[in-house]
């Protein structure tokens, strides 16, 4: 049986991913020792995997080799086992290929078993999954985000943000987001209930942001998908002991940059403290990051939507949304059978 498979074809500018990424079909290998098959039913759209297809050497990983296959997290029932633990008709998550099967190492792909009584599978990719974890972390360790503080989150209405404004108001703080657009914006206060929205699209953020304040004060805790000129605009609006959790540079991945804050003197100036954090940092922590995600999940004080593309030849289709800020919630493409 072929597999269809999407293989970098050459580094992408900005992007153009259909000029650098295509879809093949591979013959399968032996499965060697420690190794899993998975049938993949969704694929997770992270805007992070796009410096993985830099050639960036300096990055929290090596870059994705051209010629070899675009990776990424993936959900589905594993078809052929030869990794302890794993067995045929097991529901996992796991690093593996935009691909109809993905073959990896159990251990090294980070394979683990899933629940399948979760009535919405999808939910191991978002509220349940890194983007999850990732924002309890950054808001309530990284960030360490006090009740009745203001946290301000950017990129509020993408897969990560949307979970962190919500956990920040869990936790009892007073949640504000930076998104691009008034429907996202209206979303965020209107469905999330959460203080505040500015949009960036709407200009002069600054100004937004000064009608966040109150009594003159501005941001405890600013948990920074961004970076870029956007770190400027709040750098200059953070409390003093105030803290900036980095847990993306979405400004940098297409554009080449490298963010480099003009108003970096405020560091000093209010006494702040910056902290990047990234996943695999707290990996150990997943089973009990898991249980107090399900459990607000399933009360329906966390809640997730999710942007749906179907079929494995549309995935560049959902992977450009991503970086056009086309979509609310998080990312994923659903494989046919």
């Known amino acids: 049986m072929d597999n269809r498979i999407w293989r970098i074809a050459r580094r992408p500018e900005g992007t153009d991913f259909a000029a650098a990424l295509e879809l093949v079909e591979e013959d399968f290998a032996p499965l060697a020792d420690g190794q899993i098959r998975i049938r993949n039913t969704h694929l997770s759209m992270d805007a992070g995997t796009r410096m993985w297809l830099s050639d960036r050497e300096d990055g929290y990983q090596p870059p994705l080799p051209v010629g070899g296959p675009m990776t990424g997290l993936v959900l589905g029932e594993v078809i ?58 950054g808001i309530e360790r990284t960030g360490a985000a006090r009740p009745g503080e203001r946290v301000l989150v950017s990129a509020a209405a993408g897969a990560t943000g949307i979970l962190a404004v919500q956990i920040a108001r869990l936790l009892g703080c007073e949640a504000w987001g930076i998104a691009g657009g008034a429907a996202k914006c209206a979303y965020l206060t209107g469905e999330l209930g959460i203080a505040g929205a500015v949009d960036y699209k709407a200009g002069d953020v600054g100004a937004r942001l000064d009608t966040a304040k109150r009594d003159g004060s501005g941001f405890d805790v600013y948990f920074d998908n961004v970076g870029g000129a956007l770190l400027d605009q709040v750098l200059t609006r953070m409390n003093h002991y105030g803290r900036i959790a980095v847990c993306g540079l979405l400004a940098d991945y297409t554009a080449g940059t490298r963010t480099a804050p003009k108003e970096f003197d405020q560091v000093l100036m209010r006494r702040l403290r910056i902290e990047g954090f990234f996943s695999p940092d707290f990996m150990h922590e997943g089973p009990a990051l898991t249980r107090r995600l399900r459990e607000w999940t399933e009360s329906g004080d966390l809640v997730m939507p999710y942007d749906v593309t179907t079929g494995l030849e549309n995935t560049l289709t959902a992977y450009a949304k991503l970086f056009t800020g086309a979509n609310i919630g998080k990312v994923i493409v659903e494989l046919t059978p």
């Open 80 to 137: 052929e086992s030869r990794a302890e633990g794993f067995a045929t008709g097991d529901l996992v998550r796991a690093f593996g290929q935009w691909a109809d099967v993905s073959t990896v190492d159990a251990v090294m792909s980070g394979a683990i078993l899933l629940d399948p009584t979760v009535a919405d599978r999808r939910a191991w990719f978002g509220p349940l999954g890194m983007n999850g974890w990732t924002a309890l972390w």
